[in-house]
DNA sequence: ACGCACCCCTGTGCGC
DNA sequence: TGCGCACAGGGGTGCG
């Protein structure tokens, strides 16, 4: 579930819930995620104001008053349960305000992670470094996308899923964006003119956007106990679509790039 | 440097 | 009803 739009609609819900509030409880209820989960997490998160929550490429942020920052990566299966009714067998992290408000970290598969930072050092971190542009902000461009394709032989949906070129786009909306801008997924970077940059650019931006619009419609039922009505919204075009037929007549096709299910269709997309 | 294969982990849905 | 396999929204590493 959780690409750009998932984690950003996750991030304003989580904000409804903590923002300016006092953690009273903080109890990771494992070791480790993807890696190790700081051992000195609850020591450092008791008591501390939330002051903030932000978002970059797929990764959420919770700021506190103590100037620690709470970074969390929700991998494939990472959600938040707002105020469960139980604690379930995968839930990692549990928060509870001093207002009484309970947040689960639920990841099942394991692949998120949580690493606390220091606020002020976060942009210093390598693995933010390494990121690309924000996709939705005008740091990414044609121009971005004219200067990393060139040359390159590999798949140009496998180059959008380089979180070092774009951050935040998953392999959904890279499909959605690709067949937007009717291109195929699997031509190489490099070959695709760069006159069709510019209207790639915008598709993946009105992708993201519309489906930060539609998780923002659901974000009402965010605080919901079962917590999972709320994200599933399928507009998608040719994701997860194979055999169905596409707008032109033709079925929508599945192949695999870089190990990920690539779906397209054929005569749409050149 | 580049492109790809493979691994991490659990759950689900399908064919047999 | 059970079993085995394919597959799942991410990302890091290591190899040729």
Redesign the pocket.
């Known amino acids: 579930?959780?690409?750009l739009p998932?984690v950003e609609t996750t991030v304003r819900g989580l904000a409804t819930v903590l923002d300016g509030e006092v953690l009273a409880r903080v109890e990771p209820r494992r070791a480790d995620l993807?890696r190790p989960i700081p051992p000195d997490l609850r020591q450092r998160l008791t008591g501390a104001r939330i002051t903030g929550l932000r978002r970059r490429?797929?990764y959420g942020m919770i700021d506190t008053d103590r100037g620690d920052t709470l970074v969390f990566?929700l991998?494939?299966?990472g959600r938040w349960r707002v105020d469960p009714a139980e604690i379930e067998?995968?839930d990692h992290l549990i928060l509870e305000t001093a207002t009484g408000r309970l947040l689960a970290l639920n990841d099942?598969?394991?692949?998120g992670s949580l690493d606390l930072m220091k606020s002020d050092m976060i942009a210093d971190w390598p693995?933010f470094r390494?990121l690309g542009p924000e996709p939705l902000s005008d740091a990414f461009s044609a121009k971005v996308l004219q200067a990393a394709f060139e040359?390159?032989?590999?798949?140009i949906k496998?180059?959008l899923?380089d979180?070092r070129i774009v951050a935040g786009?998953?392999?959904?909306y890279v499909c959605e964006a690709l067949f937007m801008a009717r291109i195929k997924p699997h031509k190489?970077a490099g070959q695709v003119a760069t006159a069709r940059l510019k209207p790639l650019v915008q598709a993946i931006k009105n992708v993201l956007a519309s489906a930060i619009e539609a998780g923002g419609s659901t974000l009402r039922d965010y605080a919901r106990p079962d917590g999972e009505l709320g994200?599933f919204f399928k507009q998608w075009r040719v994701y997860g679509r194979e055999g169905e037929t596409c707008q032109c007549g033709q079925p929508v096709l599945r192949r695999i790039d870089?190990?990920?299910?690539t779906f397209y269709c054929a005569k749409c997309q050149r």
């Open positions: 579930m959780p690409e998932e993807r490429a797929k990566h991998g494939m299966s067998k995968h099942h598969r394991r692949f693995t390494a040359g390159r032989n590999a798949p496998s180059l899923l979180q786009l998953g392999n959904i190489p994200y870089g190990g990920r299910s």
